[in-house]
């Protein structure tokens, strides 16, 4: 399934129009109860600001999309308020359309990142162990991965898809080399070594 997340301005005026498209995506309580109002207030009241659609069939394919204010985007990006977007945004992800350029605000969240990730690792790790780390915080407290999600979906996550992260983390990684926070060996493969200074 792909995923896909839009950014809107007013997401009142969003759901309000995509009802009248494709009431079929929503909740039928949702549509009948209390409409766009109702969507707008469970996603900022209840969730974390974003209102998905599983379980979508568009032209043979199966994907879902959330919906979320493109202010409280920035806001998780920046500051990590909820950090559900921003732990998605850590993970390899393809932005279509960039009216904000989310891509260079997403450096602040990718640096914060791996900060996050070296005070939870070892003097002496591997580039694979690093991306994990990574890939884990979001993770992290979720309750579904106790019982519900795949015990390995943190490895799989990266073993599939280790070159984007590589390139997704290439520069932040050498700007701390740069600082001599880490000493890197070749990067781009999973068993390069990497280690930090923890003194």
Same mark, same amino acid.
């Given at each position: 399934?792909?995923d896909?997340?839009?950014g809107?301005?007013?997401p ?5 129009? $995509? ?6 995506h929503? #909740?039928s ?5 209390g409409?766009?109002?109702?969507v707008t207030?469970?996603? *900022?009241k209840v969730?974390?600001?974003v209102?998905?659609h599983?379980?979508?069939?568009y ?25 559900y977007?921003s732990g998605r =945004?850590?993970? %390899? ?5 960039d ?5 260079n =605000?997403?450096y602040v $969240?990718?640096q914060a #990142?791996?900060? #996050?990730?070296l005070?939870?690792l070892p ?15 979001s ?6 991965? =106790?019982? #519900? ?6 490895? !799989?996550?990266?073993t599939g ?5 590589? &390139?997704?983390?290439k520069? !932040? ?8 926070v ?6 781009k493969?999973?068993?390069? %070594?990497? &280690?930090? *200074?923890?003194e």
């Open positions: 399934m792909v896909y997340i839009l809107v301005s007013d009142l005026q969003w759901h309000n129009e $995509n009802l009248k498209m494709n009431k079929d929503y #909740a309580w949702m549509a009948h109860l409409g766009a109002k109702l207030q469970v996603a *900022d969730g974390v600001g209102h998905f599983p379980f979508v069939t032209n043979g394919r199966l994907f879902k999309y959330g919906v979320v204010r493109m202010n409280d985007l920035v806001e998780d990006i920046l500051q990590w308020k909820k950090f977007l =945004l850590q993970k %390899p992800v393809r932005v279509v359309v009216n904000l350029d989310i891509n =605000l997403n $969240n990718l #990142a791996v900060s #996050a990730a005070l939870l003097a002496k790790f591997t580039e694979a162990d690093l991306y994990a780390k990574i890939c884990s915080l993770y992290m407290g979720d309750v579904r991965m =106790l019982f #519900a999600e795949d015990r390995n979906k943190v490895k !799989t996550i990266v898809q280790f070159d984007l992260f590589a &390139s997704m983390y520069h !932040t990684l050498e700007g701390y080399a740069a600082k001599d880490l000493k890197l060996s070749s990067l493969r999973p068993s390069a %070594p990497i &280690s930090q *200074d923890q």
